[in-house]
């Protein structure tokens, strides 16, 4: 019967062929063709969406994220597609010439998906939301300085208390400390309020879209690819509409705005509002019900808080500290200058230098220059002035540390700054010593920000990532761009929609900034005419797209072009005329596919191509013979041409892409090279290159890949590499190979055989990520030795080890000894994941602070009983337990004192989360959020224990925890503060 339907299925398909042989032909070769170019383009979006699950993944360890649904769904989306195309694959191979005619279109129709899919991934904005909705983290802030301060706080939570008003506006002039007053709020309203707290910081570039856009990603109202104002603020409103006792705080607001409009209905019941502002006006036309002025510092709160910024280790004298005073009365009271100045004092204790700090801020004082705030400008430029006191300079030229301070202003208000691409910056502007090597040049900049913020003018932060970054007050950024007026154009961080007009570029200008400015494209024929402009700053958030020939035509003396993060696909040819040009700056082009002919620009010292679209190295690189910087880790990049480098040996830094294997030879021939990433064919390779270039240069920096390629082993886009010695080994046989390197910070090994304690004990390794080999039972072992060679590691991560028993095994000889201190005392996060014969308990991690264990079908207790004594771990924070089906118990554990989250989920055998029997009463003093979900034999939190006091605790959620006591552990052993948020779901047991 089959043979017979097989039959007659093949003749109609002969007739089909017979019919239609010429166009037979032509589809098999375009469904070729598209079979390819899908197969490829898949590629890319599996890395992409590799690159988001890693990141997401970091971000949920915490067990403060979770991943927001429409980038859940969109990584349902790519694995359906991804199996679309493996079994087209298939059935190409097993069914071949049919497979080709009779699904001819199907190829096409997938890239179409895949490319939707691709353009999705570049609208996420956050990939991940607050857990149980979070109402953020506390704000870092200065302490509290003067009496009305501590009455303005109480004050205003008063009223919020009471219900009688909606909103309150809080004002002062600039630097007064309104900021720091309303930081103070939100942290308290964090700890006592039922509702949520959310911060904005509005700033003096202001519009309804990016107030609107701030606001949804602190709530997550998902408003991309929405431009209609009134149908964002519907949105916006009727989500903070649902948010019972919520205040939202809108900080630093310089001009009425229409709340209705943004898209906050302010009430007593739903969403109440607090503002900043330094115009009493702005709080009267936002009608404000209550309106709070932030006074100076009398002369005594004064003096305190200049004498506490001073910081001397030596007392000052009488006479001295009497002119100290006389300066801190000159500052007015006001605390941003009381700060900055006295920084710029700090540990000066010659009298003869205080009476001249006194007669320089007086004569100040008496100036007739303002800048709108009486005379806080000149107060503050005294601090930028003190910069050049060890320097000399010619007439009113700027020293090193001032132009360095001044660059930070190009910057948009109130922006966090990534201190590395600061540091990046002043090396290629030229701000650092160009004799010295790349590494002393990074040091130096790091140098040149720590000596800023000492001073006070620049703070310490930090941004995304956890990344460190600076940031600038927005009068000490006044305060600069007023000293470069004229010479500086700085629209950033606004929602500018159009290229300033050619007149507002003046012939003296010599830097401008545009950054995370909204405009999209630039006028055909634009051509502003500055011959002096040196630093062009048009990065944005993948905005501008399109740049004419015509613009740079007249900026013949640019030395410095950054179009990183811009939808751009080409380059104007008119950049090949730019003879001047020092660095050019592509970095995170997404789309950027055609770049003109670069072997003419002999001046060029940097270039960035990082995650482009080119396919190819763009022609005449080879002959930039002073590049020193050459960053190539272009995604589609599909070869290295033979030769690339052989005149470029001033490269100092190389960063080629790890998808292509180098030819190390060539590398070798680079004899200034300092940082170096890149992926290398085997561990012989990778220890004959080391030893070669370690020889000759003394500090190296580098990431590099050896063996096969995975995506998710490598940096991901805005990472960053060469930032200490990473070493990623991937399919590696390291029984024939052993790796010969010193100085290791981190360690990534993956599918690896015959792998070996000896291989990352090695001194100075700081992170050991292992995954997917086999045959590691632990990693440490008694008998081997090599404790303190442990002992500087910080982070592990274990995953998919199937062998895995423990992290140490003490074996019978010596173990005392050898434990008498512990194994792994530096380390502070510990991931185990996927390791299915887990079983021995922890010991020998005194310091960790981040534990995440999950997936470990073995395991049955975390921290191993060390005799009678409980374990104490006063550095944890974070307790993430994860699909541990024989978890009996944690361990016991008391001193835990700075515990801030508990996650325990699917974990089928635990009763009890602590174990703490010789306590009546445990105190978790800094537990915030506690989550215990599907726990089908939890009694309680702490075995033996009648009461768990725990403060300071924010949110509390439980879900399918049935036997809790019969009741909810709010109700029987956690005594908590009334502020707290309880998340009870069903099957929590009777109550």
């Not at 944005?540 to 740049?547: A, H, Y």
Request: proline fraction near 3%.
């Amino acid at each position: 019967m089959l043979s017979r339907i097989f039959e007659s299925f093949l003749s109609i398909v002969v007739e089909l062929i017979a019919d239609n042989a010429h166009n037979n032909v032509k589809s098999i070769k375009e469904f070729e063709l598209n079979l390819k170019a899908l197969q490829k383009k898949l590629k890319l979006l599996c890395a992409k969406a590799s690159d988001v699950e890693e990141e997401i993944k970091n971000s949920e360890l915490s067990g403060r994220k979770k991943r927001r649904r429409e980038v859940e769904e969109w990584l349902e989306e790519v694995r359906s597609i991804e199996k679309q195309v493996v079994e087209l694959g298939t059935q190409v191979e097993s069914e071949g010439f049919i497979m080709r005619l009779m699904d001819g279109g199907l190829p096409a129709k997938l890239i179409e998906e895949v490319d939707t899919l691709v353009e999705q991934s570049r609208n996420f904005g956050e990939l991940v939301l607050d857990i149980c909705g979070s109402g953020g983290d506390k704000l870092l802030t200065n302490g509290m300085v003067g009496q009305a301060f501590h009455e303005n706080l109480e004050m205003v939570l008063k009223l919020l208390e009471s219900g009688e008003v909606s909103s309150i506006g809080v004002y002062g002039m600039g630097g007064v400390g309104k900021t720091t007053l309303a930081k103070h709020i939100h942290n308290r309203l964090l700890q006592h309020s039922q509702g949520r707290v959310i911060w904005v910081t509005v700033s003096q570039e202001f519009s309804v879209t990016t107030l609107q856009d701030k606001i949804a990603h602190f709530i997550g109202v998902d408003l991309v690819g929405e431009d209609n104002e009134d149908i964002r603020a519907s949105r916006l409103h009727k989500t903070l509409s649902q948010m019972k006792n919520s205040v939202l705080i809108l900080d630093d607001v310089w001009e009425n705005m229409d709340l209705l409009k943004v898209g906050c209905l302010v009430s007593v019941e739903c969403c109440r509002l607090i503002i900043t502002t330094r115009s009493l006006e702005v709080c009267r036309q936002i009608c404000c019900q209550k309106k709070i002025q932030v006074s100076t510092l009398n002369h005594h709160e004064a003096w305190e808080l200049f004498n506490e910024t001073l910081r001397n280790e030596i007392e000052l004298d009488s006479s001295a500290e009497e002119i100290a005073r006389s300066v801190a009365k000159l500052c007015g009271g006001l605390p941003l200058a009381i700060v900055t100045v006295a920084g710029s004092m700090r540990g000066e204790r010659d009298i003869h230098t205080w009476r001249n700090a006194y007669v320089e801020l007086t004569e100040r004082a008496s100036g007739n220059d303002g800048m709108g705030d009486g005379d806080v400008y000149k107060v503050l430029k005294y601090s930028f002035d003190r910069l050049n006191r060890n320097h000399h300079s010619q007439g009113n030229e700027f020293n090193t540390l001032q132009h360095c301070f001044l660059h930070c202003a190009l910057y948009p208000e109130d922006k966090k700054i990534n201190r590395e691409r600061l540091v990046r910056e002043f090396i290629s502007g030229g701000l650092v010593d160009k004799r010295k090597t790349r590494r002393a040049q990074v040091v130096q900049g790091h140098s040149i920000l720590n000596k800023l913020v000492n001073v006070c003018l620049l703070e310490s932060c930090v941004g995304p990532g956890p990344t460190e970054c600076v940031k600038m007050h927005d009068l000490v950024r006044s305060m600069a761009l007023k000293i470069c007026e004229g010479k500086y154009m700085v629209k950033a961080g606004g929602d500018l929609k159009k290229i300033p007009k050619e007149a507002e570029w003046a012939k003296d200008l010599e830097k401008v900034s545009l950054i995370d400015s909204g405009i999209r494209r630039i006028e055909e024929g634009m051509s502003p005419d500055c011959p002096k402009l040196s630093t062009l700053l048009l990065t944005s958030k993948f905005r501008l797209e399109l740049i004419p020939d015509s613009f740079f035509s007249k900026m013949q003396g640019l030395c410095t072009l950054d179009l990183s993060w811009t939808n751009i696909t080409k380059l104007p040819n008119s950049i090949c005329a730019m003879k001047s040009l020092k660095a050019l700056l592509l970095e995170s082009c997404h789309k950027l596919e055609n770049v003109p002919y670069l072997g003419e620009m002999n001046e060029l010292r940097e270039l960035n191509l990082s995650y482009t679209a080119i396919k190819e190295v763009p022609q005449g690189v080879g002959e930039l013979f002073n590049l020193k910087f050459l960053a190539l880790d272009a995604r589609e990049l599909q070869m290295l041409p033979r030769g690339l480098f052989l005149k470029l040996g001033n490269l100092q830094h190389l960063e080629l892409p790890f998808h292509i294997q180098v030819v190390i030879e060539e590398i070798e021939n680079l004899k200034l090279l300092e940082e170096f990433s890149g992926r290398v064919k085997n561990v012989n390779e990778f220890n004959s290159f080391i030893t070669s270039w370690e020889s000759r240069v003394h500090d190296t920096c580098y990431t590099i890949g050896v063996g096969s390629y995975e995506v998710n082993l490598y940096p991901y886009e805005g990472r960053g590499v060469c930032h200490n010695k990473d070493l990623i080994l991937s399919e590696c046989n390291l029984e024939d190979e052993r790796v010969f390197a010193e100085g290791i910070v981190q360690l990534t090994i993956s599918k690896c055989k015959c792998v070996d304690p000896s291989i990352y004990s090695v001194d100075g390794l700081k992170t050991l990520r292992i995954e997917s080999c086999g045959g590691i039972e632990y990693i440490w072992r008694s008998e081997v030795g090599l404790s303190s060679q442990m002992s500087t590691l910080e982070e592990i991560e274990l995953v998919e080890l199937d062998a895995m028993k423990g992290l140490i095994e003490k074996g019978e000889i010596g173990a005392s000894a050898a434990l008498a201190q512990p194994v792994f005392s530096s380390l502070t996060k510990l991931i185990i994941d996927k390791c299915k014969k887990m079983r021995i308990p922890l010991s020998g991690v005194p310091n960790l602070e981040v534990i995440h264990i999950s997936d470990c079908e073995e395991i049955e207790e975390i921290f191993e009983d060390e005799g009678t004594s409980s374990l104490t771990l006063h550095k944890l924070k974070v307790l993430v337990l994860w699909e541990l089906p024989r978890l009996r118990k944690v361990g016991i554990l008391s001193g835990v004192p700075n515990l801030e989250c508990i996650y325990v989920t699917e974990c089928g055998e635990i009763e009890y989360v602590f174990d703490d029997e010789g306590s009546r009463i445990l105190t978790l003093p800094k537990l915030t959020k506690l989550y215990l979900y599907e726990l089908p034999k939890l009694k309680s939190l702490c075995k033996g224990t009648a009461a768990i006091i725990c403060n300071s605790i924010e949110r509390i959620s439980v879900t399918k925890c049935p036997r809790l006591m019969n009741k909810v552990p709010v109700d029987v052993d956690l005594v908590v503060p009334r502020h707290c948020k309880k998340k009870l779901n069903q099957n929590c047991g009777n109550h």
